[in-house]
């Protein structure tokens, strides 16, 4: 990052933290994940921004040391009821040794927002490879994402909501649904380049035909991580084991060793309590109509969240037909579906090509929208909890597919419930794009702290 936009971003911070707001409930930061939101390097939330453990070449870090200081944790210190929170997980606390009259002043906040919060969004620069499945070398920010998790998000409460979005590698969001033993979870949402419940794709997309990668993806990249298929065959058709009674006892364990799956590792410590999990990430995502043998273990402890509401998942859509990719024919054939005024549906086959099998009869059987409900109803209905798919309303479930060149995500709203002992498709509308004007404006209708 240039120094003079680090100067001027400094300027902002310096300006906002001076500031008090009597009655502040929730203070975001948000979306730190590009170039143009990154917060300069050393700034910290609850510590002595610019402690980098020596005297600071970078004349920036000098700013930053000099004109910020403390004055993050004096504005946290000035606001004793916030209920929500959002900034960068790695600058919460410094990994860093801190001045010994920060410490108890540090904590006193820490330990207040544990009574306070109840809604806590974190965010790490994406990485261009995607999330790893843990960071076994030192890699910027990793010691500071790891002091959130042993050091702030283990003393949390009263959370009902966590987001954690960005460059973030798995084991650390396992750890930091660990860490928040003691909170009453509703809402988990996990978003990555990688799909957050485990790769499905096999150790570089080994287990799917090669035109499901990434086509813009030089192939030489270790994207995909192998997973532990014997451990996950064995333990993902069980229960998930309980989580351990001492709840006080929470010691972090990075790495990612042969285990249940992680949707398994979530429901031990918050089935009880959680209405809605969105998982989002494209690379590695269950493949629909083709899902791998890995795929039913992998997804199968969703089924013991019986209090589930609403369900959001990123699936894989498959656009090749003919070796050619259909990316946007099938995106130009959601939009014509649902305007009143088209004239460019899909025409009408003949007789001889609906034998064949042609691009049209594909585009009604596999990319329609009736088509696409069904599929979702038969691969992910199975996952779901009996008794939440019993309730009156069913389950919300939302399948979000990355498709086009700059990756534009389309969503189908729908829900599942239960007819006569069987798995229905209760309601059903898109697939949309995430701009579709009523789609944001149910959006924006919904926002909860503005």
């Known amino acids: 990052m240039g120094s003079d936009f680090s100067e001027q971003r400094l300027d902002l911070l310096v300006g906002l933290f001076a500031l008090r707001f009597p ?4 203070f975001q930061f948000r979306n730190a994940v590009v170039y143009d939101t990154m917060l300069p390097a050393g700034v910290y939330l609850l510590d002595q921004s610019g402690n980098i453990g020596r005297e600071p070449a970078d004349p920036v870090q000098r700013i930053v040391r000099d004109r910020l200081g403390l004055s993050c944790l004096e504005f946290m210190e000035a606001h004793q009821n916030l209920r929500m929170l959002a900034w960068p997980m790695q600058a919460f606390l410094s990994h860093r040794k801190a001045h010994p009259d920060i410490i108890p002043r540090r904590q006193a906040v820490i330990n207040n927002l544990g009574r306070t919060l109840i809604n806590l969004r974190v965010d790490s620069s994406y990485r261009y490879d995607g999330e790893h499945q843990t960071e076994d070398f030192y890699y910027d920010g990793r010691e500071d994402r790891r002091r959130f998790v042993s050091d702030f998000a283990a003393h949390m409460n009263k959370l009902e909501s966590i987001k954690i979005e960005g460059g973030v590698p798995r084991d650390e969001r396992r750890e930091t649904i660990r860490a928040l033993r003691r909170c009453p979870l509703k809402k988990i949402v996990f978003i990555g380049i990688c799909i957050p419940l485990g790769n499905t794709w096999g150790e570089n997309g080994c287990d799917v035909p090669e035109e499901y990668h990434d086509q813009d993806i030089p192939v030489d990249r270790p994207l995909l991580e192998a997973e532990h298929k014997e451990a996950i065959h ?21 790495g990612w060793p042969a285990g249940p799956p992680m949707a398994h590792i979530i429901a031990s410590y918050h089935a009880e309590t959680i209405t809605e999990l969105k998982f989002c990430g494209y690379r590695g995502a269950p493949v629909l109509f083709d899902p791998t043998a890995i795929t039913t273990p992998m997804l199968s402890g969703l089924k013991y969240f019986y209090k589930l509401e609403q369900l959001i998942l990123s699936l894989y859509l498959p656009t090749q037909f003919e070796d050619e990719l259909r990316d946007s024919e099938i995106i130009e054939y959601w939009l014509n579906s649902r305007s009143s005024f088209s004239t460019a ?11 064949s099998g042609g691009w049209e009869k594909q585009l009604k059987t596999r990319y329609d929208q009736d088509a696409l409900s069904a599929q979702i109803v038969r691969q992910i209905g199975p996952f779901l909890s009996e008794k939440a798919k019993d309730r009156p309303g069913g389950v919300k479930v939302r399948a979000s597919f990355c498709l086009g060149m700059w990756g534009g995500i389309f969503d189908l709203d729908m829900t599942i419930g239960k007819f006569e002992g069987q798995d229905v498709c209760l309601t059903s509308v898109g697939p949309r794009e995430e701009l579709e004007p009523q789609r944001r404006r149910e959006k924006l209708e919904s926002r909860q702290w503005f």
């Not at 009655?23 to 929730?26: I, K, M």
């Not at 993902?236 to 990075?254: C, H, L, R, T, V």
């Not at 549906?345 to 034998?355: F, I, K």
């Open 234 to 254: 064995r333990l993902g058709y069980s229960p998930p084991e309980p989580a351990p009674n001492n709840a006080e006892d929470f010691q972090p364990i990075y």
């Open 345 to 355: 549906l899909v025409r009408v086959a003949t007789s001889g090509e609906e034998e």
């Open 23 to 26: 009655e502040l409930r929730a």
